[in-house]
């Protein structure tokens, strides 16, 4: 069982160029999460979807775009990346949905995706 | 939403019990207390969760005060490896996950 697995582990991008960071879970969770930790910090959510269709802004969104391309896969898209986003990329699933205050489930994350813009 | 404060770090010895405590006074009555751990960059791990009462796993206890307002987790038998820094995170409401700065444990031998 392999959980949430992200791709790649590593990346160095230049200024100006784009790319996607994948995120696919195998525990059939209805809700992801992007997460950005830079170094020394706490985790910082950027973009997330409570279920299958959905997607919502998080704490720092600009400069990301996202897709929920079905139940499994969450991708995280850098239409232009900038130093600034150099960063350890985590991607999280959890098995039920925000939008009820009474939870009584875990989120399970992936290994992170470090990214470097030079 | 409830807001969560922990201290910024603490040191324990190891084989002691590490006491990690975490305020959060303005948690409403269905809210969990979850705990987390992010062990030197990897991805943050779950621990355990509670309520109202007291909760213990293989991997910890969890205190919670009868007023809610505060919680305690206890790793009874510290090792280096549990060097790492742990979040205390209430949901909040309609806000999914989200990170405070957490305490940064560092188990010495």
């Known amino acids: 069982n392999a959980g949430v697995t992200q791709t790649p582990k590593f990346q160095v991008l230049k200024t100006g160029q784009s790319m996607t960071l994948q995120c696919a879970q195998d525990?059939?969770?209805?809700?992801m999460y992007w997460y950005r930790q830079d170094p020394g910090m706490g985790l910082r959510l950027i973009y997330y979807s409570a279920s299958e269709g959905t997607t919502d802004k998080g704490e720092v969104p600009n400069g990301y775009n996202v897709s929920r391309l079905n139940k499994r896969e969450f991708s995280l898209r850098l239409e232009s990346a900038a130093p600034s986003q150099t960063s350890v990329y985590f991607c999280?699933?959890?098995?039920?949905?925000?939008?009820?205050?009474?939870?009584?489930?875990?989120?399970?994350f992936g290994q992170g995706t470090r990214l470097t813009v030079v | 939403d409830a807001k969560t404060t922990q201290p910024p770090s603490m040191d324990c010895a190891e084989g002691r019990a590490a006491n990690l405590p975490c305020n959060h006074s303005?948690?409403?009555?269905?809210?969990?207390v979850y705990w987390y751990r992010q062990i030197h960059s990897q991805g943050p791990q779950y621990i355990i969760h509670?309520?109202?009462n007291n909760e213990t796993n293989e991997m910890a206890s969890l205190i919670i005060t009868e007023d809610r307002k505060s919680s305690t987790l206890i790793l009874p038998h510290a090792t280096l490896r549990d060097t790492a820094v742990y979040y205390c995170i209430p949901p909040a409401g309609n806000t999914p996950l989200v990170f405070g700065k957490g305490t940064r444990l560092s188990v010495i031998a």
């Open positions: 525990m059939n969770h209805n809700s």
């Open positions: 509670g309520l109202k």
């Open positions: 303005t948690i409403s009555g269905n809210e969990y």
């Open positions: 999280a699933s959890s098995e039920i949905g925000w939008g009820g205050r009474r939870l009584d489930t875990e989120a399970f």
